[in-house]
């Protein structure tokens, strides 16, 4: 059986809404994989913004955008992504074309730092805010760990909730057929 790479999905789908010279945010940067990805994608004319709690995880961004030299393409914020909308300029708020988020815990680093339900949700409502119509949203949510599953059930209760006259949802689902199988959420902004 082919193992289907959520990470990947997400690329893939952003890649086709984010266009060089765009702006675009990282969310919850862990080891610096998504934010590479999104500075690539902006281009030389367009901008990242990450978010992480952990200094840990700000390094490591910091080092693997240095590393392949696009550090200048990003701002790197060491605040929860519960305060998008306070750090993001402005003129950007309505003007974002991709928003990544990324839950869970950084990978080789203490497990029990995650994310958490309520600054998550917090912060999903931030980035529709701050999303551009034919905008683009991903979430890649992990039950199956401490904290993991009541963060997944509630994002999937908000996206029920979501106004579907603005936003078009989405869930992808891994090939393995778990409750505890991760799953990426899709958030399209369509008006």
């Known amino acids: 059986m082919t193992r289907i790479s959520l990470s990947e999905t997400a ?12 702006n675009a945010i ?4 862990g080891n610096g994989h998504d934010t590479l990805f999104l500075a690539r994608c902006v281009g030389e004319s367009g901008h ?5 709690v952990q200094l840990q995880a700000l390094r490591a961004t910091e ?5 392949h030299d696009v550090i200048s393409r990003a701002t790197l914020i060491h605040a929860s992504h519960a305060f998008m909308l306070e750090h993001i300029p402005q003129a950007l708020h309505g ?11 950084l990978p080789g680093a203490d497990k029990g730092v995650i994310t958490r339900t309520d ?15 034919a ?17 997944t059930l509630r994002l999937g209760e908000w996206c029920q909730r979501l106004d ?8 992808v689902l891994s090939r393995h057929d778990k409750p505890e199988a991760p799953r990426l959420f899709l958030i399209r902004k369509t008006d």
């Open 11 to 22: 690329h893939s789908l952003v890649r086709q809404y984010l266009p060089a010279g765009a």
């Open 26 to 29: 990282d969310a919850t940067l």
């Open 48 to 52: 990242v913004h990450g978010f992480d």
């Open 63 to 67: 080092q693997r955008l240095r590393q």
């Open 95 to 105: 003007r974002i074309r991709a928003i990544m988020f990324n839950l869970g815990y």
């Open 119 to 133: 600054s998550t949700l917090i912060a999903i409502d931030a980035a529709c805010r701050l999303l551009s119509v």
């Open 135 to 151: 905008g683009i949203l991903t979430i890649l949510a992990y039950p199956g760990h401490a904290g993991g599953d009541e963060e």
């Open 164 to 171: 579907g006259r603005r936003f078009k949802t989405e869930i």
